[in-house]
Nanobody, 119 residues
Framework: QVRLVESGGGLVQAGGSLRLSCAASGGTFSFDAMGWFRQAPGKEREFVASIRWSGGTTSYVDSVKGRFTISRDNAENTVYLQMNSLKPEDTATYYC????????????WGQGTQVTVSS
């Protein structure tokens, strides 16, 4: 059973930086990519970034390109999201998720970590 644990959220002023971490354990062979998603109050959850374990191919939503960087440490089964030049509209609960290698869907989720950017 895959378990994902996020950390690194917090309160930061606009223009500041945070780094989120997501540690994966148990059954990591069953997924091929990790993603970060976020959900702001009253809004739907949206995709932020993803990275494949093999090869490291990355993908980003347009609104974070040039500001956020997703990376991985295969040896530690950990994925990171470096967030720079943060904006108030980045405020949300951030979730990491694992993409199932068989169904190609994100079906394992962490508990979420809150990111609040003050103006």
């Amino acid at each position: 059973q895959v378990r994902l644990v996020e950390s690194g959220g917090g309160l930061v002023q606009a223009g500041g930086s945070l780094r989120l971490s997501c540690a994966a354990s148990g059954g990591t062979f069953s997924f091929d990519a990790m993603g970060w998603f976020r959900q702001a109050p009253g809004k739907e959850r949206e995709f932020v970034a993803s990275i494949r374990w093999s090869g490291g191919t990355t993908s980003y939503v347009d609104s974070v390109k040039g500001r956020f960087t997703i990376s991985r440490d295969n040896a530690e089964n950990t994925v990171y999201l470096q967030m720079n030049s943060l904006k108030p509209e980045d405020t949300a609960t951030y979730y990491c998720a694992a993409r199932n290698i068989f169904t190609m869907t994100y079906d394992r989720w962490g508990q979420g970590t809150q990111v609040t950017v003050s103006s």
